[in-house]
C-alpha cells in the first residue's frame, strides 16, 4: 500500500472554505492512487475561539499554575474539534472517514505532559481504516501515557504526530500544509524578498527548526530523518510543491543527486528572552559561586541557556516568563542580577559554515551598520548566534539575510 500523511496546521483549517480546499487536496492525492492518513491541528491562532492559546488562557484566568495533566486535557481539546469538523466535511464529499484521538491512533507515549515523547506507535487501528478504504482523520499534537492518561507533545507538536505516523507506516511522503510556500530563507512575515528553498537536508531544516523557524517542528524532523522518511513542506493556499527535506533526489535515468548542505541556509529568531548578568567584582573569591547560581535556578525548575561563565561575569539567557521568579532567586541567594528584559536571539544557520573565515566579520558588520548593539554572542559548527534587544529583532533579521545575499537565486 503507498501511504501519504497530509497534515494541516491551524489557519489551514481555520474557516469552511478551507477546509473545504482541504478536501480537494485529499481527494487530489487519493486519486493519484495513495493511501491519505490526515493529521488535524487546532483550527487558527490566538485570538480563535478553537486555537490551543485561548484553551490555555481559559483555564489560566482562574489559576495562573495550573496540573500539568488538566493542562493537557484542556489543551488537547482544540485538535479534536477540528478533527471531527474535518472528518465531517470529507464524509460530505463522499469520503468515508473515521476521527481518531491521538490515544487511538496508537501514539503511546511517556508521561511527561506539556512536552511529552512518542515511546512508541501501534498503528493498528490506522492501518484497519486504510484497509477498509477509509480515511483516518487524527487529531495531532496528542498521545496517551502507557498508563493511559492523555499527554500533548509540546507545542507545534502535530508536525511530531504526522511524522511518527509516517515513519510507523513507512509512508511514501509526510506533507505538511501550512500557511506559508515552503521553508524559505527567513520568515518571510519579517523578510520580504526571503527564497523558498526547494530542497534541503534534514539536518539544515533540523538546524533551523532549533533555532526559532518554526515552520516545522524539530522533533518532527528527527522523527522523519531517523526513519528516512521524505518530509514536504507546502502551502495549503497553492499548488506549488513548496521544500522536499530529504537527503538526495531522484534525477533522470536512475541517477541520485545528493544534496548537501548550504554555507548559509537561513536566518532566524526567537522572542521572549530575557538576558540575565551578574558580575563578579566583590565576590570573585568565593568558590562555587556558579554553581549557587545555577543550582538555585534548576532548584526551581528554571532553564537557561545562551550560557557564559567568565571570571568577572556570569551571563545568561531565560525564557521572559520565568524572568521574575529567576531574579527573585537570585536575589535571595544573595546576588544582585542585572536583567535585560525583552531580548530576543537571531541566529544565522548554515550547516557548512564550519571552518569558513570571516562569516562572524559579515554578522557583525551587518549589525553595526545598523547600528544594532549585540548584547552577548555565541556559535556551533552550525550557527552563530546574537542576542539583541527585542526591539532591533526584525531590523537584525533583515539586515543579515540581505548582507549574505540568502534572497538572490543561486
Ligand atoms: P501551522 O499552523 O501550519 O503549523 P506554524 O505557524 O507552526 O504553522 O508555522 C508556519 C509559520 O512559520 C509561517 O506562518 C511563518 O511565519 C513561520 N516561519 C518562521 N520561519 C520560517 C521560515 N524560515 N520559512 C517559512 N516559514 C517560517
Ligand atoms: N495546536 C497545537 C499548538 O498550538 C499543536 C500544533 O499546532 O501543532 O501548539
Ligand atoms: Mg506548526
Known amino acids: 500500500m503507498r501511504i501519504a500523511i497530509q497534515k494541516f496546521g491551524g489557519t489551514s483549517l481555520a474557516t469552511s472554505d478551507l477546509r473545504l480546499r482541504v478536501c480537494d487536496i485529499i481527494s487530489a492525492t487519493r486519486s493519484k492512487g495513495l493511501s491519505v492518513v490526515v493529521v488535524v491541528s487546532a483550527i487558527g491562532r490566538k485570538q480563535n475561539p478553537y486555537a490551543t492559546d485561548t484553551f490555555i488562557n481559559l483555564v489560566k484566568e482562574i489559576n495562573s499554575y495550573p496540573s500539568p495533566r488538566e493542562m493537557d486535557l484542556i489543551m488537547s481539546c482544540g485538535e479534536v474539534i477540528s478533527g471531527v469538523l474535518l472528518s465531517n466535511q470529507l464524509c460530505a464529499t463522499g469520503i468515508e472517514t473515521k476521527f481518531l484521538t491521538g490515544g487511538q491512533a496508537g501514539i503511546i507515549t511517556d508521561g511527561n505532559y506539556g512536552s511529552a515523547h512518542i515511546l512508541y506507535v501501534n498503528p493498528r487501528n490506522v492501518l484497519n481504516c486504510l484497509e477498509n478504504n477509509i480515511v483516518p482523520v487524527i487529531a495531532g499534537f496528542q498521545g496517551m ?234 556559535d556551533s559548527y552550525t550557527n552563530i548566534w546574537c542576542l539583541v534587544k527585542r526591539e532591533h529583532m526584525e531590523d537584525a533579521v533583515k539586515v543579515l539575510h540581505d548582507k549574505f545575499e540568502l534572497g538572490k537565486k543561486i
Not at 493511559?148 to 511514501?172: F, I, K, M, P, Y
Not at 548542505?261 to 556558579?290: F, H, P, V, W
Not at 544557520?349 to 566579520?361: D, E, N, Q, R, S
Open 145 to 378: 501515557g502507557e498508563n493511559g492518561e492523555l499527554t500533548t507533545l509540546g507545542r507545534g507538536g502535530s508536525d511530531t504526530t504526522a511524522s511518527a505516523l509516517g515513519v510507523a507506516l513507512n509512508a511514501e511522503v509526510v506533507d505538511i500544509f501550512t500557511d506559508v510556500e515552503g521553508v524559505m530563507t527567513a520568515d518571510p512575515r519579517i523578510v520580504e524578498n526571503a527564497r523558498l528553498l526547494d530542497a534541503i537536508t534534514y539536518n539544515e531544516i533540523c538546524q533551523l527548526a532549533r533555532d526559532g523557524a518554526k515552520v516545522v517542528h524539530p522533533r518532527a524532523i528527527e522523527i522523519a530523518m531517523q526513519g528516512a522518511i521524505p518530509l514536504r513542506v507546502r502551502s495549503t493556499f497553492s499548488d506549488s510543491l513548496g521544500t522536499l527535506v530529504t537527503n538526495h533526489l531522484n534525477g533522470s535515468n536512475e541517477t541520485v543527486r545528493i544534496i548537501r548542505d548550504c554555507l548559509i541556509t537561513g536566518i532566524t529568531y526567537t522572542s521572549n528572552i530575557a538576558q540575565i548578568r551578574l558580575n563578579m567584582g566583590i565576590i570573585q573569591e568565593q568558590k562555587g559561586i556558579s554553581l549557587k547560581v545555577f543550582k538555585s535556578l534548576a532548584d526551581v525548575d528554571i532553564s537557561v541557556d545562551f550560557i557564559n561563565v567568565q571570571p568577572e561575569h556570569i551571563m545568561f539567557t531565560v525564557p521572559s516568563d520565568s524572568a521574575l521568579k529567576a531574579t527573585k532567586v537570585l536575589q535571595d541567594s544573595g546576588f544582585s542580577p542585572d536583567v535585560t528584559l525583552e531580548c530576543a536571539k537571531v541566529a544565522v544557520v548554515g550547516a557548512a559554515m564550519t571552518g569558513i573565515p570571516g562569516v562572524m566579520a559579515k554578522v557583525v558588520e551587518a549589525l553595526s551598520e545598523k547600528d544594532i548593539p549585540i548584547l552577548q554572542s555565541g
